[in-house]
């Protein structure tokens, strides 16, 4: 992504925490990937790097190791956030970059005319951005991250303008928040949706977004340095 590209500037050697798969580590950079599960570990490509066992409270580097950290859509899944953070700080010589969303925005997409459980459950998951802001402490950027109209990665927000797409079984699976709600919940919230696509009830209120090239939704990126 190039945003967190930028964020990264001049660094040389990068530390991903709960690096995932890798899908948005930087491939002409020297990263060393830290995720704590197995699974997720297993399902990185040959042209990364592989991944170590470790979770980011208790970061097994030494101090300012790193010219740069990033973490992509994980903190939310830490133990303890205020540790983590205070990790990454430890280990990074330069800018810490920090990919999440805010949970004041979640519930401002169109999805929760049709599946509010789902969007009140995810923004309840995310934690505050001036608790992130605060546990980095020193100087600290917040960007807006803008969705492009074909993003692909899997959360609710990638088809703002793709409603049809959240009918499909694969890509709710995709979004975590919807396995918090129960499959009678589910189903309902499918079904409204299909209803109102079908009855033009969802163009009549949102087909601009189908022409939006990108969607400034809750996507944020925090930056300190």
Not at 6 to 27: D, F, H, K, M, Q
Not at 81 to 106: F, K, N, Q, S, Y
Not at 191 to 220: N, V
């Amino acid at each position: 992504m190039a945003h967190i590209d930028r964020a990264l500037g001049a660094a040389r050697t990068v530390l991903n925490v709960g690096a995932g798969s890798g899908s948005y580590e930087p491939i002409d950079r020297d990263v060393t990937a830290v995720e704590p599960s197995a699974s997720m570990r297993a399902q990185r490509p040959s042209h990364v790097s592989v991944a170590i066992d470790a979770v980011a409270e208790d970061l097994p580097f030494g101090d300012r190791q790193f010219d740069a950290s990033m973490a992509t859509f994980t903190v939310h899944q830490w133990a303890d956030i205020e540790r983590g953070l205070a990790e990454m700080r430890r280990v990074t010589a330069g800018p810490v970059v920090i990919l999440t969303c805010d949970p004041e925005l979640v519930e401002r997409f169109w999805l929760n005319d049709y599946a509010p459980h789902v969007l009140a459950t995810e923004a309840r998951r995310y934690p505050a951005l001036a608790r992130i802001r605060a546990a980095l402490g020193g100087s600290v950027d917040e960007l807006g991250v803008p969705i492009p109209f074909d993003c692909s990665d899997g959360f609710n927000e990638a088809y703002y303008g793709r409603p049809e797409l959240l009918l499909d079984d694969g890509a709710r699976l995709a979004c975590s928040a919807w396995s918090f709600v129960t499959g009678e919940t589910r189903e309902r919230y499918v079904a409204d949706l299909r209803q109102a696509l079908e009855g033009g009830a969802w163009d009549s209120h949102y087909a601009y977004l189908r022409q939006l090239p990108e969607y400034d939704g809750s996507l944020r990126l925090i930056v300190a340095d």
